[in-house]
C-alpha cells in the first residue's frame, strides 16, 4: 500500500511506509463527508465511495458526533455508523474504517508501526486545550502500545496568520504556541498537539506536522474561509490484515 490512492485524498508521508496502514484527509474535491452538514444522501454516497477506494464495505464505516471534548470510542468489526458523542475514536482490529471529520480543526492519526491500533483525533481549539490527544495516546497504551511504536501525524490545519483568536482563547495556552506580536493572537494548534505527542512519549522522528493550512489552500475545506456553507473532510484510518 503506497503512492496516491486518489488525486482528492491527502496522505501523510510517514504513514505510506506502514504497509499495514491506510491513512489519509479527503479534500474538498471529494465532497462533503459528515451527515450533519448539506445532503444527508450525497454525504453517504461520499462515505461509501471511499470505502470502495479503500477496499472494504460501507458497514466498516465508522464516526462520532464530534464535540470538542475528550471522550473516546472503541471500535470494533462490529462496529457501524456513528458511534455516539465522542473526538477520538480507537481500534485494535483490522478491517474498521475511522472516520473524524474536519474543516480547520486539526486531525491527528495515531498507529501503532507493529499491530492494527491506532486512532483518529479531531483537536479543535477546545480539544487541544483539553488534551484530546494526549489522552487519546494513554488509551492505546492502556490497549498494550508501548509509545515508541506508535507514530503520530498532525494534519492539514487552520494555522499562521489565519488563526486569529481572542485573548481568552490564547489564554488557555502555553506562551510557547502564542503569538501575540503586531495586535491580536496566533495560536499555533498544530505545534501544541506535537507538544503533547512528544509529552506522551511518542518519539520526535515519529511525528509528522502538516504545514498546509486549510484556510490558505482552497483544495481543503474551511470554515472560516466558507462559513455555513463549508463542507467537511474526512480523516480516515484503516488496518489491513
Ligand atoms: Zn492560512
Not at 470505502?51 to 465508522?62: D, F, H, K, P, T
Not at 498494550?144 to 482563547?169: D, K, N
Not at 522522528?205 to 490558505?216: A, G
Request: charge should be neutral.
Amino acid at each position: 500500500m503506497s503512492g496516491t490512492i486518489h488525486p482528492h485524498i491527502w496522505q501523510p508521508a510517514s504513514l505510506l511506509q506502514l504497509a499495514h496502514v491506510r491513512a489519509g484527509l479527503t479534500t474538498r474535491g471529494f465532497g462533503n463527508m459528515a451527515p450533519y452538514v448539506g445532503d444527508v444522501e450525497e454525504a453517504t454516497q461520499n462515505r461509501v465511495q471511499l470505502a470502495g477506494i479503500l477496499g472494504c464495505s460501507a458497514e466498516a464505516v465508522v464516526w462520532a458526533t464530534q464535540v470538542h471534548g475528550t471522550d473516546i470510542a472503541e471500535a470494533d468489526r462490529r462496529s457501524t455508523g456513528c458511534l455516539g458523542t465522542f473526538d477520538a475514536i480507537v481500534t485494535r482490529e483490522p478491517g474498521c474504517l475511522l472516520l473524524c471529520y474536519t474543516a480547520d480543526c486539526v486531525p491527528i492519526w495515531l498507529v501503532s508501526s507493529r499491530r492494527p491500533l491506532g486512532a483518529v483525533v479531531h483537536a479543535g481549539w477546545r480539544g487541544s486545550a483539553a488534551l484530546v490527544v494526549r489522552a487519546a495516546v494513554e488509551q492505546l497504551i492502556k490497549l498494550g502500545a508501548e509509545p515508541t511504536e506508535l507514530h503520530a501525524v498532525v494534519g492539514p490545519a487552520i494555522q499562521g496568520s489565519c488563526y486569529e483568536v481572542g485573548r481568552e482563547t490564547a489564554e488557555r495556552f502555553p506562551e510557547a504556541v502564542v503569538d501575540a506580536d503586531g495586535g491580536g493572537y496566533r495560536v499555533d494548534l498544530p505545534l501544541f498537539n506535537r507538544m503533547q505527542l512528544q509529552e506522551a512519549g511518542i518519539p520526535k522522528r515519529h511525528i509528522e506536522t502538516s504545514r498546509l493550512c486549510t484556510h490558505c489552500h482552497q483544495g481543503f475545506s474551511s470554515y472560516r474561509r466558507e462559513k455555513e456553507a463549508a463542507q467537511r473532510m474526512a480523516a480516515f484510518l484503516l488496518f489491513g490484515s
